[in-house]
């Protein structure tokens, strides 16, 4: 599977992560680790098979150590490429530091908390890359569904999302054959077919422009450049779907 630049970093984040006053370089750490630490743990979870729990570990460990102690965020350049990348490379490289520790510690006779689901890691880092941006495209997939969830809640408009979802999403995610809108219709209490058609067409209106809220989050706010990354994710997706 290969996969395109998704998404592109806040570089003006990153610069400020590096900043000198305090207060400046705390806030923006805290807004990059917020966005870019869920990404990690799926990554360690799926593609190297740790354990949930230890996955987080693994992660709140290299941020203490190699973000905040050695200053890693310092080192990133755009012109040199993507800050995910570096952020991925240190991680897998922390994670065989840590699994070799580990090791030499389980060898010594000394006790190991957990060393659950260590695979040996991935020897081609294109397909590491490739595995991190699926990885990212679900967080942020993820993320934009729990949005919209949200907002309907709050906007009191179960029967949007009940469409949305049981028609399209759950047939998308499950690759199940989708309900007819005569089940939807009596499922939510909706008057006709055509009615329940236009919920699906509301509903879909606001996942895409949920998306690239959640898009903006991570690629600014300019929207030539949110919707390349949208058309970024629709193709790694359209792959994973079809691999």
């Known amino acids: 599977m290969s996969s395109q630049h998704f998404p592109t970093t ?43 729990e230890h996955a987080e570990d693994i992660v709140q460990g ?15 350049d755009a012109d040199r490429g993507k800050f995910r990348t ?3 490379t240190a991680l897998d490289r ?20 957990s060393l659950e689901g260590l695979g040996a890691p991935i020897a081609d880092a294109k397909a590491t890359g490739d ?17 919209m ?15 949305f979802h049981d028609r399209l999403l759950r047939p998308t995610l499950d690759r199940t054959e989708p309900p007819s809108y005569d089940a939807l219709v009596e499922r939510y209490h909706i008057k006709t ?5 236009n919920l699906l067409i509301t509903g879909k209106r606001m996942f895409a422009r949920v998306l690239r809220s959640v898009i903006a989050d991570y690629a600014g706010d300019d929207d030539a450049q949110i919707q390349n990354e949208m058309d970024d994710l629709m ?7 079809t691999s």
């Open 149 to 163: 969830k949200d907002e309907c809640d709050t906007s009191d408009r179960p029967d949007v999302w009940g469409v």
């Open 10 to 52: 806040i570089w003006s984040l990153v610069r400020e992560a590096d900043h000198e006053r305090t207060v400046v370089r705390t806030a923006a750490l805290d807004q990059l680790l917020r966005q870019y630490a869920p990404a990690m743990v799926s990554h360690l979870v799926r593609r190297k098979r740790l354990s949930r």
């Open 131 to 147: 595995a991190f941006e699926v990885e990212w495209s679900r967080t942020l997939m993820d993320q934009a569904i729990d949005r």
């Open 235 to 241: 193709q790694i997706l359209a792959r994973q779907g």
């Open 94 to 113: 922390y994670l065989a530091s840590d699994f070799r520790a580990a090791s030499a510690q389980k060898r010594g006779g000394g006790r190991v908390s």
């Open 86 to 88: 570096l952020l991925l």
């Open 62 to 76: 290299f941020i203490v150590e190699k973000v905040l102690e050695k200053g890693l965020v310092g080192k990133a």
């Open 193 to 197: 077919p055509a009615q329940a058609a």
